[in-house]
């Protein structure tokens, strides 16, 4: 079963690169036209940018209790993030995934998921304060329209969301799990239009509402200690800003601190609420759209874009695909999710 789980992911992984096979020949006739000098740099960031990640998450690790590397976080983060794409499941795959590493591990699971959760919800934390000064940029250039305004309340809602079921999970098991649980019961009703089967387990709510609150159980720092993720999260998203201006500077495209502020917080704000995984598609085609609204030529918006697609998605989706495959070659094969 655990060796079918890695075929199915790996084989998914070949679909969606199959699928975007057209997308990859672009990238390359893209590629060829551009400084390969500032290219490479880029890269160097992207690599920066997966230690930089490993540190947040250890650092919520750390609150918690738990206690693993930066080498060992960077893989199973890079590896999770390759799962998120090929099966996307609102980053539950992902957290399933560190689970599966904490019991392999000797972790507590319940504090790994809990600091997996966490991560999703700091990291938009972090985002929301680099979201609100692209907003500022953007009402201040007469840019701001209904579309941004509309996907940044649905963000704040997703992040309200997250903060609320970890706040329940660490006030009240019970109360966890009987929202759980009628979540759970409200999409099987649904879900029984199309099929007899239940999808969801009330049982399975009940023990993840345990495993939360058992992870919260060793959480004695002070409130205040979330600020440092919340730190790295931001740092995370200065890394990709430079990504995004090595992207400019290897077309010669003359640019302001505003349109990479302003040009990030838009791209990054439509691949969280895209309801492709990791804004497939749609992230492609609406950064040209707000580039260029950024005053950057319609044909310098879409060289930049595919640029910086290259280096923020499809690196990482092939390094992820490596971590993913090296967890189970090396003799630490996840388990079965």
Not at 18 to 26: C, N, R, Y
Not at 40 to 58: D, E, G, K, S
Not at 60 to 67: A, E, N, Q, T, Y
Request: net charge neutral; proline share 3%.
């Amino acid at each position: 079963m655990k060796k079918l789980f890695v075929v199915v992911i790996l084989f998914l992984g070949i679909a969606v690169v199959a699928i975007s096979f057209s997308e990859l020949e672009t990238i390359m006739l893209t590629l060829r036209k551009a400084h390969l000098t500032f290219f490479i740099l880029a890269i160097i960031v992207q690599l920066l940018w997966f230690i930089t990640t490993a540190r947040m998450y250890q650092s919520i690790f750390h609150l918690l209790g738990v206690d693993e590397s930066t080498w060992t976080l960077s893989r199973i983060a890079t590896a999770a993030n390759f799962i998120n794409v090929v099966a996307p499941t609102a980053g539950v795959g992902g957290i399933a995934l560190f689970a599966s590493e904490a019991r392999r591990r000797g972790h507590p699971a319940g504090k790994v998921t809990v600091a997996a959760a966490l991560f999703l919800l700091l990291d938009q934390a972090a985002f929301l304060c680099i979201l609100a000064l692209g907003l500022i940029i953007l009402a201040r250039r007469n840019d701001l329209d209904a579309g941004e305004i509309s996907a940044s309340i649905f963000l704040l809602g997703i992040a309200l969301s997250y903060a609320f079921v970890l706040y329940l999970g660490y006030r009240s098991e019970e109360k966890l799990g009987k929202l759980l649980a009628a979540a759970a019961r409200g999409i099987n009703r649904i879900v029984r239009i199309f099929r007899k089967h239940e999808y969801l387990s009330e049982a399975r709510a009940h023990e993840f509402a345990h495993e939360v609150s058992e992870g919260f159980s060793g959480l004695t720092e002070k409130p205040s200690s979330l600020i440092r993720p919340i730190l790295w999260g931001i740092l995370d998203k200065i890394l990709l800003m430079c990504i995004l201006m090595f992207s400019f500077l290897s077309f010669e495209v003359p640019f302001t601190a505003g349109t990479i502020i302003a040009g990030f917080s838009i791209a990054y704000l439509f691949l969280i609420v895209s309801p492709t995984p990791s804004g497939i598609g749609i992230v492609e085609g609406l950064m040209p759209i707000a580039l260029t609204s950024l005053n950057v030529d319609w044909s310098q918006a879409v060289l930049i874009t595919l640029t910086y697609r290259t280096v923020t998605f499809w690196v990482p989706f092939g390094i992820g695909a490596w971590a993913f495959r090296s967890l189970h070659t090396a003799g630490e094969e996840p388990s079965a999710i």
